[in-house]
């Protein structure tokens, strides 16, 4: 990122303590960098802190004498905004367009022309919360840039997403948004892809799952990330998650994942969804214990001093209903067919099955016997339509290649 000028803006949380490290790394990378702080965030960490490591005064008054256009003029100033940490209270009143305080009233002077960044940080049922997530969507609509947060122990005790990234992950978000801007006609590609298995529940310690450990999904979303797309990655809440600040959307079932993909897909516009979960055929629909029927729960643990039978019901095709779900019309789809010792025939003939019913616009077919992840070796076949258009060997040339046949979809 070439030299900046920063209006660093912190908000309410105890996360102010890492923002003050990103600032520190941004002055000494030779940014200028100018912080707006509420009263709250200076309840965390005091202006001379922030005051020593930019060398500037720290604006948190909205009625200081002689300083109300001096603050509007600081938008004008900014080469671009950054929201750290980003509050609950906060993002919810940035989406409502109040403007009671300082910073607040900032963001009603905005110039969208300019990046608008906000790094969220809060409790996990904060972020969570309807309201939450209406009001992030809401200013992305507005093209404010919402980063994702990571997951692990918040400062409140409680363990889950919602954590403040770290400043380093921020810094390469931020920089890689503005130093890379993959596009076709002027617009950046925005891609959905699903990763890991789903858990259908026995009762509240056992379920049927898989194998997959999300680990293909997690690189071609990195990859894709690092290519300067928007990447939203929906893996299972088990699967290997990814190393990079993706924005990130969790499932544990079938009907968790249809759910998830549903919302996504119709409340946002993807131009692309690579389909990598492996998705249950069947979910528990009942058990018989000592022959009587019992719903499957998870609230509870049937004892295994019984016999127990599964009886499972069949699950519809998620991948079928993708572009029914999907707000955008045009959207690629990617999917996958995994086989195991198939012939060449029969592998064909999965290919075509699944293109009869999905609709896929690209399908990649691979066979259990030719993947070996330790080794590097991911062979797979790829199918544009009904037509079979690449052979690859290896994981990264299939992640290419991938890309390479969606750039040319969308270029149609």
């Known amino acids: 990122m070439s030299p900046s000028k920063i209006l660093f803006k912190l908000s ?56 109300q256009m001096a603050h509007i003029n600081l938008v004008k100033w900014a080469d671009l905004t950054v929201l750290c940490p980003g509050t609950a209270n906060t993002i919810n009143k940035l989406a409502h367009g109040l403007g009671n305080d300082l910073l607040s009233s900032l963001f009603l002077a905005h110039d969208f022309s300019k990046p608008y960044f906000i790094a969220p940080a809060m409790n996990t049922a904060m972020f969570q919360h309807p309201a939450t997530q209406a009001a992030m969507k809401k200013l992305e609509s507005w093209g404010v840039r919402v980063l994702p947060t990571g997951e692990g122990r918040l400062a409140c005790g409680d363990i889950g997403e919602g954590k403040l990234l770290e400043p380093e992950l921020i810094a390469a978000s931020i920089e890689q948004v503005l130093s890379k801007p993959l596009n076709i006609a002027g617009k950046r590609l925005r891609f959905l892809i699903t990763s890991g298995g789903t858990e259908e529940p026995i009762d509240g310690v056992r379920s049927i799952s898989n194998f997959s450990s999300g680990r293909t999904g997690v690189e071609f979303a990195e990859y894709f990330f690092d290519q300067g797309h928007d990447v939203t990655l929906l893996r299972a809440n088990r699967a290997m998650a990814p190393t990079k600040p993706v924005e990130q959307v969790t499932f544990k079932s079938f009907h968790d994942l249809d759910r998830q993909l549903k919302d996504q897909l119709s409340n946002q516009k993807f131009d692309c969804v690579i389909h990598l979960a492996a998705v249950s055929d069947y979910s528990v629909d009942h058990l018989l ?25 069949r ?35 999965a290919v075509l099955h699944l293109l009869e019913h999905s609709l896929a616009d690209i399908v990649v077919q691979n066979d259990l016997t030719e993947v070996d992840p330790e080794n590097g070796r991911h062979a797979a076949a790829l ?9 690859v060997e290896k994981k990264a040339e299939l992640i290419r290649s991938v890309e390479q046949l969606v750039l040319e979809r969308l270029k149609d």
């Not at 200028?32 to 490591?53: D, P, R, Y």
């Not at 930019?54 to 009625?63: C, I």
């Not at 029914?324 to 086989?339: E, R």
């Not at 199918?383 to 052979?391: I, P, S, W």
């Open 289 to 313: 214990i000592n022959g009587e029927k019992v719903a499957p729960g998870a609230a509870t643990k049937f004892s295994s001093d019984h016999e127990i039978t599964l009886n499972l019901a």
């Open 383 to 391: 199918y544009l339509g009904n037509r079979l258009t690449k052979r």
């Open 12 to 67: 309410g949380s105890i996360a102010c303590y890492k923002a003050c490290n990103l600032i520190s790394k941004w002055v000494k990378e030779g940014h200028e960098v100018q912080t707006i702080a509420t009263e709250a965030a200076l309840k965390f960490v005091g202006a001379s802190t922030l005051e020593g490591l930019t060398g500037k005064p720290v604006y948190h008054d909205l009625y200081e004498p002689g300083k």
């Open 315 to 349: 699950n519809y095709k998620i991948v079928d209903r993708i572009h029914q779900y999907s707000s955008n019309a045009d959207v690629v789809l990617v999917a996958f067919k995994l086989t195991n010792h198939a012939s060449e025939e029969e592998r064909e003939k």
